[in-house]
């Protein structure tokens, strides 16, 4: 029995631990300025960590004081996690599995195109008064600013890996036609009507392309790396509850047995 109670008791804590990066993975989105401007997906995978951290509290303390409610609910509740944690895995994977950027001449970097990406992530930015509110967020920032630290000649910026929010925000889409003069200032062609995001570009620092499709685009495919590696962590976490909660059972399937075992040996042991 006391080797049952151990075994318990290590389950538990497993399962305590590995409510640790699914509440890391949650914190890291919400530090990436392309999450922090959206507020999607961080606040349900930190308070989803946090529950799992609650009910694995509690599945050690009642197995440590050999509470049996308390047991119960851990069980029942933990099961339920598992279930919410699977769904927001396969979720996180069926809304991020379109999407990729496409190769420009002449270009070490990737375009995106707003139409390549899940309608449920486009919903998220299409709608004028959401994309308002994260166009002011993401043009406070300074990631835009940096490339003009960076990249002095046109050849150099043309070689350069930059982000897709980068590529999509911070200048005009290759299409265009527009010259280089910095990597956020560019010459207008003689006919710009190419897209109709060759008409957003504006040189002032504070326009640049936030407006454009590609932006909202480039923003999507920053979130979709970001979620995708996050994914990949809760998608181990749910592995390993779900051999924590595996192992809960069998242990007490195996005391629920030697109990069995021990009444019958007691009643043949009374009997004449």
């Known amino acids: 029995m006391a080797l049952s109670s151990n075994v ?17 993975a949650g914190i890291w989105l919400a ?6 401007c959206v507020k999607i997906l961080q606040w349900p995978v930190i308070i989803l960590g946090v529950l799992i951290l609650i009910v694995a509290l509690a599945g050690f303390v009642g197995g440590f004081w050999r ?12 099961l339920i996690l598992i279930i919410l944690l699977a769904c927001l895995v396969v979720f996180i994977y069926m809304v991020t599995v379109r999407g990729s950027g496409h190769l420009e ?14 309608g449920w992530l486009r919903r998220r930015v299409q709608s004028s008064y959401k994309w308002d509110r994260i166009r002011g967020c993401l043009s406070s920032t300074n990631m835009c600013a940096e490339l003009n630290q960076s990249y002095r000649m046109a050849q150099d910026f043309f070689n350069a890996h930059i982000t897709p929010l980068q590529s999509g925000c911070c200048k005009p889409p290759t ?5 280089f003069v910095n990597p956020t200032y560019w010459i207008s062609p003689i006919n710009n ?5 060759c008409l957003q570009w504006n040189n002032d620092q504070t326009q640049l392309c936030y407006g454009c ?18 994914d990949i962590i809760l998608m181990v976490t749910l592995v390993a509850l779900d051999m924590c909660i595996l192992d809960r059972l069998l242990c ?8 069995f075992i021990s009444q019958i040996q007691a009643r043949l042991y009374v009997e004449p």
Do not use: H
Not at 31 to 36: C, G, H, K, L
Not at 220 to 225: D, E, Q, T, Y
């Open 175 to 179: 299409l265009c036609g527009y010259t």
């Open 8 to 24: 318990i008791g290590a389950i538990n804590f497993v399962a305590m631990l590995l409510s640790i990066p699914v509440i890391g």
């Open 31 to 36: 530090m990436e300025p392309d999450n922090s």
């Open 252 to 259: 007490l399937q195996e005391c629920q047995n030697r109990r």
């Open 105 to 118: 001449p002449s270009r070490a970097y990737l375009e995106y195109r707003l139409d390549d990406f899940s």
């Open 193 to 197: 009507a190419a897209d109709m995001d």
């Open 67 to 78: 509470i049996p409610w308390l047991l119960i609910f851990y069980l029942i509740a933990m």
């Open 213 to 230: 499709d590609s932006c909202k685009a480039g923003l999507l495919a920053n979130l979709k790396g970001e979620w995708r590696r996050a």
